[in-house]
């Protein structure tokens, strides 16, 4: 998942910078984001095949993309990690500074789910040893099964963090340009090879498949620290929707909106990536401006508040749902004809994890992220002034 703090309003000047101390804006891609995932395991995940009644089986299906959340949060946690680091490299503490905040910030609640879902039974302890090293998305490598689902994309984002600090730091701003266009450029190549041969697990999945999401993320953090002006930046978002949105349609027929051929399987990932690539410059035109009461929706930004944490718990709720109530409350488990139950299923679980989430958030991971500042300092001032950004800001960052 991606960084995360405590964020505040955002600042009254009109036609703010868009790399701001605060974006509050991002908080509400990430509620957004997790709340597509939750849906999708509330309900579609499940229920697709029941047989409901033509509003709630329309309902069901609407949940079907929910699975796009995961890409949005590539591109945000690529956007966040590269920028925190391209503006921090000069730090004589650079790699201390990053890895032990990440890790205060990332592992804690990460091992807690390990060992719940451990002793739940909710997973078989050769998939948590795998996941404890972060190789939860290439468990089959090892002829074990991915038990709990949503731990392959935190795979995905752990390997970024181990890996991209040193690429950061060895290459020039330049070259660093270059190196992210490579992935974002290769990495539909490689699937689509990978395809055509006949090696097509692991297509959504392996890091190495999915990498270009995260480096659109990482040029956009790199775009918006040149002296690029907000009408630019304006130009650059019409013309990612814009070119998502025509070769979607333009590809349909091909079948780019399936990765079962291969038109889809090699660049199907690259036009939702450009997609969320423009939804995040949206964000944050309209949140470093007048409109930013539409980008910062309290729900949402609640929500994105305790994303990590609903992110990891939404699924272990849902099985504990299910496990008690077939045990002690038959009655009440989802059937063919009875949506009300789907329903209920979905406020008592759901709103179970969003409590859980929140309490952990408040009680467990904050008492780990007061230790950030203590043990690395954060000293000097790691946002740079440019051309959309107008004004100095103060030494704090998103992290």
């Given at each position: 998942?991606?960084?995360?703090s405590n964020?505040?309003a955002?600042?009254?000047t009109?036609?703010?910078?868009?790399?701001?101390?605060?974006?509050?804006?991002?908080?509400?891609?990430?509620?957004?984001?997790?709340?597509?995932?939750?849906l999708?395991?509330?309900?579609?995940?499940?229920y697709?095949?029941?047989?409901f009644g033509?509003?709630?089986r329309?309902?069901v299906?609407?949940?079907?993309?929910?699975?796009?959340?995961?890409n949005?949060?590539?591109?945000?946690s690529g956007f966040l990690i590269?920028g925190i680091?391209?503006?921090?490299?000069?730090?004589?503490d650079?790699y201390?500074?990053?890895y032990?905040r990440?890790?205060l910030?990332i592992?804690?609640?990460?091992?807690a789910?390990l060992?719940?879902?451990?002793v739940?039974h909710?997973a078989?302890?050769?998939?948590v040893?795998?996941?404890?090293?972060?190789?939860?998305?290439v468990t089959?490598?090892?002829?074990?099964?991915?038990?709990y689902?949503?731990?392959?994309?935190?795979?995905?984002e752990?390997h970024f963090?181990?890996?991209?600090p040193a690429?950061?730091?060895?290459?020039?701003?330049r070259?660093?340009?270059?190196?992210s266009?490579?992935i974002?450029?290769g990495v539909p190549?490689?699937?689509?090879?990978?395809?055509?041969i006949?090696?097509?697990?692991g297509?959504?999945w392996?890091?190495?498949?999915?990498a270009?999401g995260?480096?659109?993320?990482?040029l956009?953090?790199?775009l918006?620290?040149?002296?690029?002006?907000?009408r630019?930046?304006?130009y650059?978002?019409?013309?990612?929707?814009g070119?998502?949105?025509?070769a979607?349609l333009a590809?349909?027929p091909?079948?780019i909106?399936t990765?079962?051929?291969?038109?889809?399987?090699?660049?199907?990932?690259?036009?939702?990536?450009a997609?969320?690539a423009?939804?995040?410059?949206?964000?944050?035109?309209?949140?470093?401006?007048?409109?930013?009461?539409?980008?910062?929706l309290a729900?949402?930004?609640?929500?994105?508040?305790?994303s990590?944490g609903?992110?990891?718990?939404?699924?272990?709720?849902?099985?504990?749902?299910d496990?008690?109530?077939s045990?002690?409350?038959p009655?009440?488990?989802?059937s063919?004809?009875?949506f009300g139950?789907?329903?209920l299923?979905?406020a008592?679980?759901?709103?179970g994890?969003?409590?859980?989430?929140?309490?952990?958030?408040?009680?467990?991971?904050e008492?780990?992220?007061?230790?950030?500042?203590?043990?690395v300092?954060?000293s000097?001032?790691?946002?740079p002034?440019s051309v959309v950004?107008?004004?100095?800001?103060?030494?704090?960052?998103?992290a």
């Amino acid at each position: 998942m991606v960084p995360h703090s405590n964020l505040p309003a955002a600042s009254s000047t009109t036609d703010a910078g868009l790399i701001r101390t605060f974006m509050p804006e991002l908080d509400t891609i990430r509620g957004i984001a997790v709340l597509a995932v939750v849906l999708l395991h509330g309900f579609y995940w499940h229920y697709a095949g029941f047989s409901f009644g033509p509003l709630a089986r329309a309902f069901v299906l609407i949940t079907a993309p929910g699975w796009l959340g995961v890409n949005l949060f590539f591109v945000l946690s690529g956007f966040l990690i590269t920028g925190i680091l391209v503006d921090s490299r000069n730090r004589p503490d650079y790699y201390r500074r990053f890895y032990t905040r990440r890790a205060l910030r990332i592992l804690p609640a990460y091992y807690a789910l390990l060992l719940s879902i451990l002793v739940l039974h909710s997973a078989s302890s050769a998939f948590v040893g795998l996941s404890f090293i972060y190789l939860a998305n290439v468990t089959n490598f090892f002829h074990v099964a991915c038990d709990y689902g949503p731990l392959w994309s935190l795979a995905v984002e752990e390997h970024f963090y181990i890996l991209w600090p040193a690429v950061v730091k060895k290459v020039t701003t330049r070259h660093l340009v270059w190196v992210s266009a490579a992935i974002v450029a290769g990495v539909p190549i490689l699937r689509g090879i990978s395809y055509t041969i006949g090696m097509r697990a692991g297509l959504a999945w392996y890091t190495w498949f999915v990498a270009d999401g995260l480096a659109a993320g990482a040029l956009l953090a790199i775009l918006l620290r040149t002296s690029v002006t907000r009408r630019q930046i304006k130009y650059v978002c019409a013309l990612l929707f814009g070119s998502a949105i025509f070769a979607g349609l333009a590809g349909r027929p091909f079948g780019i909106l399936t990765r079962d051929r291969l038109l889809g399987a090699t660049f199907q990932w690259t036009l939702i990536n450009a997609f969320f690539a423009g939804t995040l410059l949206f964000f944050l035109l309209a949140g470093s401006s007048s409109a930013r009461r539409y980008v910062n929706l309290a729900p949402f930004r609640f929500l994105g508040y305790l994303s990590y944490g609903l992110y990891l718990n939404h699924l272990l709720a849902f099985r504990m749902y299910d496990r008690l109530c077939s045990r002690f409350f038959p009655q009440w488990m989802p059937s063919n004809g009875h949506f009300g139950l789907v329903l209920l299923r979905f406020a008592l679980a759901g709103g179970g994890a969003v409590a859980v989430a929140y309490l952990s958030r408040r009680f467990f991971e904050e008492r780990f992220l007061q230790w950030k500042d203590w043990l690395v300092p954060q000293s000097v001032s790691l946002i740079p002034e440019s051309v959309v950004t107008r004004e100095p800001v103060s030494n704090t960052q998103v992290a």
